[in-house]
């Protein structure tokens, strides 16, 4: 209910865009798919782009382009440690509704010349803005440290990344800038958002997408582990008793 | 060599998981235990999520103790009808352990649960071993100094011989009342649920301190009753929570297969009163670790879990 009235407003707010139509971005993702394998070790993706225009370059401040990365979310539980009795306890717990696995996000400047605070409470660009803190308030006193943490540690495991000044903006009209991925990604779709902004607000936006999926051998493991969860873990017996039977019989033979 | 796991989602060091296998399985084929309490942290600190750490560490666990079961069945060290009755018990006070663990599960409190019963008994019989082995290993000394020998440790009649229902363990040497190895079958599994070990740390010092059995004979027996337990969780944990990761597993194992066979070679050429120190030694570094944990400031208060999806 409330995700559809956001998403309401934010319509109401693209179609009040002043001139809309002036200015649009037409941008591409260097791959479309991205494969988990076995040896997957982290991967970048490449986002670029152009702004089609009608009339000439409008003056005034120079243009920005903003671009962000989404990985799926899920439910977190955030859980602080208390002092009692001598030991470290669990005392508190905050569950957050919806924190992506993964965020990334790109600008052509520092964040406050480039987003305005109300454009980034309408289109949720910044990181504290995609976590959903709906309803925290209630569960801890300090509930907004929980969420500070959640931030603070996912930034720590490169999950969370902010990178200003890393969007090359050629003459108001070419951009271009590329993404690292983390070696342990979340699979799913990767919603992709490039952002027009000038003098803070955003003037056009463009959404795509990549997926993220496991392949090959990674694909028929999970797979199996998830379908057909007893011959999966029979299976992970059998290779046990045999692994400790042929070192057993390996070991014999060698010391003949 | 970086590989991918599908099932824990992360990117680990291949060499690093075959490293940390054979070390675990190393000590797994020396004492006979089957090194659950070791491998579940170091998992976790290579940053495995716990699930994941819990159900594959005790698939590895299956493998190393078949590899060094392996070995004492052919020197006729195992204690089959000994393990037998260890086993039966043991499923039934571990049905009552998962209850148990339910209920702190819904009391909220289960990592401290597991944290104090860990340092309490890991503590308690780790010390007892330690001032029992140091003190045979000092009468060695001084008999040897002496010149002499020492006298042949005379069979000791207990409690364990007096109550009814007698038993024959030929293998053990032993001819005692039934119900000691139920009770010790029935705690150990108990508490093996609850903490979520294999119990070998408890179990072996059970056999060579209550039971009286031979040192040697302790460790086959330990190791055929741990294969059926782990086999047992790793089932459980597949089917409830599908987080047995299989990749990870067989890195583990093949480190581990061939650590347990030099373990269990190292362990036949160790003397028993060595093999108890080694044992309680480790068992009370394991402990004073979780104490330290619990007494000394985190770096970081705040923990993140991630809810759903898996």
Redesign the interface.
């Known amino acids: 209910m409330i995700a559809r009235s956001l998403r309401i407003i934010a319509l109401i707010g693209a179609l009040a865009l002043p001139a809309s139509a002036a200015e649009q971005v037409v941008a591409g993702l260097s791959d479309n798919q991205i494969a988990?394998?076995?040896?997957?070790?982290?991967s970048e993706i490449l986002v670029f782009g152009a702004v089609k225009r009608d009339t000439p370059v409008p003056p005034g401040p120079p243009l920005q382009v903003i671009v962000t990365l989404q990985g799926?979310a899920?439910?977190?539980?955030?859980?602080?440690?208390?002092?009692e009795l001598?030991?470290?306890?669990?005392t508190a717990s905050v569950?957050i509704n919806s924190a992506p696995?993964f965020y990334a996000i790109a600008t052509s400047d520092l964040m406050p010349r480039v987003l305005s605070a109300t454009d980034d409470l309408r289109y949720h660009v910044s990181i504290p803005q995609v976590i959903g803190t709906v309803g925290t308030a209630s569960m801890a006193p300090d509930a907004p440290s929980?969420v500070e943490?959640?931030i603070r540690?996912?930034k720590e495991e490169g999950l969370y990344v902010l990178d200003e000044g890393a969007v090359e903006v050629d003459q108001s009209t070419l951009f271009r800038t590329r993404i690292k991925l983390p070696?342990?990604?979340?699979?799913g779709r990767y919603k992709a958002r490039i952002f027009l902004t000038r003098d803070g607000h955003v003037i056009a936006e463009h959404d795509t997408g990549v997926f993220v999926r496991?392949a090959g051998?990674?694909?028929w493991?999970?797979q199996l582990?998830?379908q057909q969860?007893?011959i999966?873990?029979?299976?992970?017996?059998v290779?046990?008793?045999v692994?400790?039977?042929?070192?057993?019989?390996a070991?014999?033979l060698f010391k003949r | 060599?970086?590989?991918?796991l599908?099932?824990a989602?992360?990117?680990v060091n291949a060499f690093l998981l075959l490293g940390i296998g054979s070390g675990v399985g190393l000590l797994s084929g020396i004492f006979g235990v089957g090194g659950g309490f070791m491998i579940t942290p170091l998992l976790l600190f290579i940053?495995i999520p716990p699930g994941v750490a819990v159900a594959t560490g005790a698939?590895?666990v299956?493998?190393?103790?078949?590899?060094?079961?392996?070995?004492h069945i052919?020197r006729k060290t195992v204690d089959f009808r000994m393990g037998t009755v260890l086993l039966l018990s043991g499923f039934v006070g571990s049905t009552a352990g998962i209850y148990v663990f339910e209920l702190m599960k819904e009391a909220g409190?289960t990592?401290?649960f597991v944290q104090l019963s860990y340092v309490f008994f890991m503590g308690a019989i780790g010390s007892m071993m330690f001032q029992e082995s140091l003190r045979a290993i000092l009468r060695a000394r001084r008999h040897l100094a002496a010149g002499t020998t020492p006298p042949p440790a005379r069979d000791k009649h207990t409690w364990v011989h007096r109550w009814p229902l007698k038993m024959k363990f030929r293998t053990s040497g032993l001819y005692i009342s039934v119900i000691p190895p139920i009770l010790i079958g029935l705690g150990v599994g108990f508490l093996s649920a609850a903490m979520g070990v294999g119990g070998g740390f408890i179990v072996v010092p059970a056999m060579i301190y209550i039971l009286g059995m031979n040192t040697k004979v302790v460790v086959g027996t330990s190791l055929f009753q741990i294969i059926f337990v782990t086999?047992y969780s790793?089932?459980a944990?597949?089917?409830t929570s599908?987080s047995?990761d299989?990749?990870l597993?067989?890195l583990l194992?093949?480190g581990g297969?061939?650590g347990?066979?030099i373990g269990t070679i190292i362990g036949f050429r160790l003397k028993a009163e060595q093999l108890r120190i080694l044992l309680a030694i480790i068992v009370l570094a394991v402990s004073l670790k979780i104490a330290l944990?619990?007494?000394?400031?985190?770096s970081?208060?705040?923990?993140?879990?991630?809810?759903?999806?898996r």
């Not at chain 1, 070696?183 to 699979?187: F, G, P, Q, S």
């Open positions: 988990i394998t076995a040896t997957f070790n982290g799926p899920t439910p977190v539980n955030v859980r602080k440690k208390g002092h001598g030991i470290w306890v669990n569950r696995s929980f943490a959640l540690i996912r070696a342990n990604l979340t699979e496991k051998l990674e694909r493991l999970y582990a998830k969860a007893a999966y873990g029979f299976l992970s017996l290779i046990a008793v692994a400790g039977w042929l070192a057993s019989a070991f014999r | 060599m970086q590989i991918f599908p099932i989602d992360v990117s940053g698939n590895q299956v493998a190393a103790s078949v590899s060094g079961l392996m070995v052919r409190q990592e401290l086999a790793v089932m944990h597949a089917i599908q047995v299989m990749a597993a067989v194992i093949v297969v061939i347990a066979q944990d619990m007494v000394l400031t985190p970081e208060l705040y923990t993140v879990t991630t809810v759903g999806l």
